[in-house]
C-alpha cells in the first residue's frame, strides 16, 4: 500500500457530544471528539485504514498487549491559528519517533506519511473540536498495541493502530514542586527509556506517588546506576538556566526520551543566540547552584504543558525554592514565542506547523 493506495474509509457519527461540552470545566484527557481512526496490522501489512465515530474495542482475554505490554504511543496537539486555520506542531518528529519507539518493541512500523495523513483526516474531520480559546488546543493521541490472543511470550503477528482526539486546556495551572529520585529508576540503558512505551508510564507511578504523598507533584528521574545525574523530570525532559546558559541531560544515552518541545526549545534559544548546553547534569551541579543562588531557572518541557516551570526542587531533606516566576525572562520568552508560532501570530520561520 503506497500513500495514493492509503485510501481512509469514513464512517460518520450520526451525533456530536459538542453541544455537551462544559469548556469551563475541561479536565485533561477524559472527554474525547466524536471520531476515531482505526486500522490492523495482519499478515505482514496494514489493512482496512477507517475513521469511526468514536467506540470501545473489543478484545480477547488473552490479548498480548494486556499480558506482556507490547504498547506503544504518542502524543502532540492540533491548534487552531489566529486566523482559523488549523496546524499540528511537527507531526512529522512525532511520526519518527513511533516508529523508533514500533522498532525497540519489536512491532511493525507505520509508514511516516500514512501516520501523518490518519492525523491529518481525523483532525479534519472533527475539526469543530480544536478549541477556540487561548492556552486551549486538541490534544492527538496515536497508540498502537498487540493483538494476538495467546499467552505465549513472543512477538504479536498481529496489532491494531489508532488515534483518538481530546481537547484539553493547560496542563498545570500553577509552577510545580518536584523532588529529585534518589533511590527509584525509571529507565536503565539499555532498557526502553527511550520508547514512549506503555510499561515506562506504569513503572513510574508507584514512586510518584510517594513524591505526591510528601507534597510533590512530580519526580526529578536520576541514573539508574549512580542516581547522581539527571535525566528526566516527570514525563517532561528537564531545563535549567545557570550563568544564562541553558542546560539540559544529553540525549546520547538511550534512558532519556527524545523530546520535540525540549528540541524546540533548544533550536528557538540557539537561533537568539543563547548558549545551549546538551550534557551530564549531575545532582550535585544542580544543588550546588540552588545552594549559591547561581540557578536561574528550571522547567520541563513537553507536549502536554509545553513549557512548566518549577517552584520548588526537594533533595534529601532540604527544599529549595527557586527564583520567583517575575525574573525568569527567557523561558517566559521561550514560551511566548512557541505558542505564537504555533497559533500563527509568529513568523513560523523553522517551518514547524502542518497546515490540516
Ligand atoms: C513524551 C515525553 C516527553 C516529552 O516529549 P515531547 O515530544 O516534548 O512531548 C519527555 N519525557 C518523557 C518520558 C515522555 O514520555
Sequence with gaps: MTLSEFSISIDKSSSSQLQTMDWENLPFGKVFTDHMFVMEYRDGSWSNPRITPFQHIEMHPAMSAIHYGQSIFEGLKAYRQHDGR???????MNAKRFNESAKRMCMPEVPESWLIEAIRSLVKIDSDWVPNKKGYSLYIRPFMFATDAWVGIKPSETYTF??????????YSEP???????HYTRA???GVG?????GNY??????????QDNGFHQLVWTDAKEHKYIEESG?????????NTLITPSEEEDTILRGITKRSILSLASHWGIPVEERKVSVAEIVDALKSGTLQDAFGAGTAATLAHIAVIGYED?????????????????????????????EDSFGWNALV
Design 188 to 190: 536503565a540503558k539499555g
Design 86 to 92: 488549523l496546524s499540528v506542531f511537527r507531526p512529522d
Design 202 to 211: 506504569g513503572a513510574s507511578m508507584y514512586p510518584a506517588k510517594f513524591a
Design 176 to 182: 510545580v514542586r518536584v523532588k529529585i529520585e534518589p
Design 318 to 346: 532540604e527544599v529549595f525554592h527557586l527564583p520567583a516566576l517575575e525574573s525568569r525572562e527567557l523561558s517566559l520568552r521561550i514560551k511566548n514565542h512557541l505558542d505564537a508560532i504555533k497559533l500563527g501570530e509568529a
Design 162 to 171: 489508532m488515534v483518538i482526539l481530546s481537547p484539553v486546556g493547560n496542563y
Design 194 to 198: 527511550r520508547a514512549k512505551a506503555a
Design 235 to 243: 514525563t517532561m525532559n528537564i531545563v535549567f538556566q545557570i550563568n
